[in-house]
């Protein structure tokens, strides 16, 4: 999606970005739990400037975007089965699928964010 695409009337509502705030402030395997008010306090001192200079897109750009609110939509709940998905291998060539690997093994799968 090109910057000039966004509609300015998809921007975020105060009462969604709180919910994103929720949702985030638990923090995840890698990244450290950040309370909701330490978020809003970050963004009334930086703004937009939160994104680093050279970013194209700004937080709002990013909570604006269809795709993105789609996200924040859970598909798969505690307990059901995985969708079947194909990766490609850190080492080595090829890829793997979930399906094949689930045949001969027990898998955990553990989605955060890395960045």
Known sequence: M???????????TPREILRYMRVVSSGSPVDPRWSVRGMVLSQLRHGR???PADSPLKL???LAS???RDLMTAKVAVGDVAPDFELKRVEGEGTVRLSAV???QPVV???GSYT
Do not use: C, K, M, T
């Not at 090109?2 to 975020?12: K, R």
């Open 109 to 111: 799968l553990v989605f």
């Open 49 to 51: 400037g939160n994104a």
């Open 66 to 68: 269809e795709d993105y």
């Open 60 to 62: 709002q750009d990013v």
């Open 102 to 104: 689930v045949r001969s």
């Open 2 to 12: 090109d910057i000039g695409e966004l509609d300015s009337s998809a921007v975020p």
